[in-house]
């Protein structure tokens, strides 16, 4: 079975920063899209970055600049780094891998609080 485990969530004061890791177990991820989503009380989840297995990337408007996604296909992890957060930021972000080709096998791990204070 598929397992996604983030961690490097917390509390940090707006303009600072905070890397978050995924640690994925269980398959092969090569044939993955990897990504982050977020959700905040009230409001739907969104997709905040998504990285490619041949390490393309795509961010929400609201993050570009500010966040970056990578990946270690060897070690199985996706990251993301977050700098100049911003109170709105505030969520809990989940880590999420997605087939390629088969829709069913999409995963997401149980999420890590982000929480920027202003």
């Known amino acids: 079975q598929v397992q996604l485990v983030e961690s490097g969530g917390g509390l940090v004061q707006s303009g600072g920063s905070l890397s978050l890791s995924c640690a994925a177990s269980?398959?092969?991820?090569?044939?993955?899209?990897m990504g982050w989503y977020r959700q905040a009380p009230g409001k739907q989840r969104e997709l905040v970055a998504i990285v490619t297995s041949g390490s393309a990337t795509t961010y929400a408007e609201s993050v570009k600049g500010r966040f970056t996604i990578s990946r270690d296909n060897a070690k199985n992890m996706v990251y993301l780094q977050m700098n100049n957060l911003k109170p709105e930021d505030t969520a809990v972000y989940c880590c999420?891998?997605?087939?390629?080709?088969?829709?069913?096998?999409?995963?997401w791990g149980a999420g890590t609080q982000v929480t920027v204070s202003s």
């Open positions: 269980g398959s092969n991820f090569n044939s993955y899209t």
């Open positions: 999420n891998v997605r087939h390629v080709f088969v829709p069913s096998r999409v995963y």
